[in-house]
């Protein structure tokens, strides 16, 4: 309500605007997790880790699959039929990241984040 008090009639929100809206953006990334706008991205290892008995060495391409994360208990959101905007933790490393568009919108340095692990409620 703070943002809505702040604003002319018909002015429109701002970047300004939504980076103040917390559990706004709190829905926003459940609707993404729950309805995801693409199936799956590459992502390179910026260390080695070890995942499921394998070595991942730093450098290599990994994709990332939607739903083997996001909709799957055991790896990811507990009750992941629930739609719960409280699940998200996480941060940003570069807040103010540039989007840069080849040929679609993407985060001018790969948006890499910060995770917390998740507590349950």
């Not at 709190?26 to 729950?34: D, G, S, T, Y």
């Not at 985060?107 to 890499?112: E, Q, T």
Request: aromatic residues 14%.
């Amino acid at each position: 309500m703070e943002v809505a008090n702040s604003k002319k009639a018909g002015e429109l929100l701002n970047w300004d605007d939504i980076q103040k809206m917390k559990y706004s953006w709190n829905v926003a990334c459940e609707v993404l997790r729950v309805a995801p706008p693409i199936q799956g991205a590459f992502r390179e290892a910026l260390s080695d880790f070890n995942y499921n008995g394998f070595t991942i060495p730093k450098g290599w391409k990994i994709y990332w699959s939607v739903n083997s994360t996001h909709k799957n208990l055991e790896y990811c959101f507990p009750n992941p039929k629930k739609f719960d905007p409280s699940r998200f933790w996480w941060e940003k490393i570069i807040p103010d990241e540039k989007i840069v568009v080849n040929p679609i919108p993407i985060p001018a340095k790969g948006l890499p984040v910060r995770l917390f692990p998740h507590t349950a409620a």
